[in-house]
């Protein structure tokens, strides 16, 4: 059996989380995780992937010599936090062997230097890395014969080693590089379709925002547009009007308002970095994506599609479903708040 490239961490193990755990392992990585605080169901998905899993953040900070970060952008900064404590405690890392901690949330770029900023206690322990990722969970790319297509060779000089995987972009800034890791890291970098976009912290946190700004922001105008046409009994004529004069429009409404359901509750905060982003950087008034973030916590807080999982749907399947809920939900809350 081949030994593996490196033992990378991966903190926590949600859908996109397990997605990246499955492409490392599949081109020649072992991969780690401490799961505390986390369901059963995690932990046994974690364990069926064959994650390692580790005890405390310590322990794992000690085995790995990089770190993904990938939570929801509420827990962003208290998971940075938690590997500087663990590194900064009577654990010390090899001067030759610093820690390489990738931020690849959803993030704003001031919020992300911050993070950045809580790393320079490690005295030089830590090297971080801004991050984001940009597209859905890798997943292998179906075959006609097997189903699915596993990686090829894991050998340190393959140049393509997702090969047969279907993979997000992930574009990094900072003056640190996962390429420049030596024996692995050009292997790690071109696995997971990461590219360097500038030197400065923050600006891969910036493109993220602007392009989930477009995406969601999207969505958000969808759901609004659906579920007032439900009440209106206009969904069906809205539908003929978009499929016939603007089909694309209509397609990304489509599968935008399918698939948010169970990712709504990460995405409020989400919006309102894009808000802080946009106020910060744009120089535009915040309320806009502070509004925006109002429609995923009705989503996520005031009607049954805030109870979605992914790989267990059972409301808003489809466009007339999730209308229908969203009318219900915000119908029930205005009688109670009567």
């Known amino acids: ?3 593996p490239l490196a033992r990378i961490g991966v903190i926590s193990i949600g859908d996109m989380g397990m997605g990246i755990a499955k492409l490392l392992i599949a ?3 072992s991969v780690a995780t401490n799961c505390k605080g986390r369901s059963n169901d995690t932990i046994e998905r974690a364990k069926s992937a064959r994650v390692e899993i580790y005890k405390s953040d310590e322990e794992l900070a000690e ?3 990089v770190i993904f970060s990938v939570v929801p952008p509420r827990d962003a900064a208290a998971t940075a936090q938690r590997i500087v404590d663990a590194v900064t405690g009577p654990f010390r890392r090899a001067e030759d062997k610093p ?3 990738a ?4 993030v704003a770029p001031s919020t992300t230097k911050s993070i950045a900023t809580a790393f320079e206690q490690t005295r030089g322990q830590v090297r971080f890395i801004d991050g984001a990722i940009i597209g859905n969970p890798p997943a292998p790319i179906p075959t006609p014969n097997s189903g699915t297509t ?5 050998s340190a000089s393959q140049q393509q080693p997702a090969a047969g995987w279907k993979v997000p972009s992930i574009p990094v800034s900072g003056p640190y590089k996962l390429s420049e890791i030596p024996a692995y890291g050009n292997v790690l970098a071109s696995t997971l379709n990461t590219r360097h976009v ?3 912290i923050g600006v891969a946190s910036g493109l993220k925002m602007c392009f989930a700004s477009l995406t969601k922001g999207f969505t958000s105008l969808a759901i609004q547009s659906f579920t007032t046409a439900q009440r209106l009994g206009v969904l069906d004529e809205l539908q003929h009007e978009l499929e016939g004069l603007v089909p694309a429009h209509w397609k990304a409404a489509e599968r935008g308002v399918i698939g948010m359901a169970p990712k709504a509750y990460r995405w409020v905060r989400e919006m309102e970095e894009i808000a802080l982003t946009f106020d910060e950087e744009g120089g535009f008034p915040p309320d806009l994506f502070r509004g925006v973030a109002g429609v995923y916590r009705a989503v996520a807080e005031d009607t049954v599609l805030g109870e979605e999982k992914v790989g267990k749907r059972k409301r808003g399947t489809d466009v007339h479903d999730m209308a229908a809920a969203m009318a219900e939900g915000l119908e029930n809350k205005r009688k109670k708040n009567d």
């Open 1 to 3: 059996m081949t030994a």
């Open 103 to 106: 931020d690849l949330n959803a």
């Open 63 to 65: 085995a790995c010599d």
């Open 99 to 101: 820690l390489y901690f």
């Open 150 to 154: 596993e990686s090829s060779s894991s």
């Open 198 to 200: 500038s030197d400065s």
């Open 27 to 29: 081109n020649g990585f």
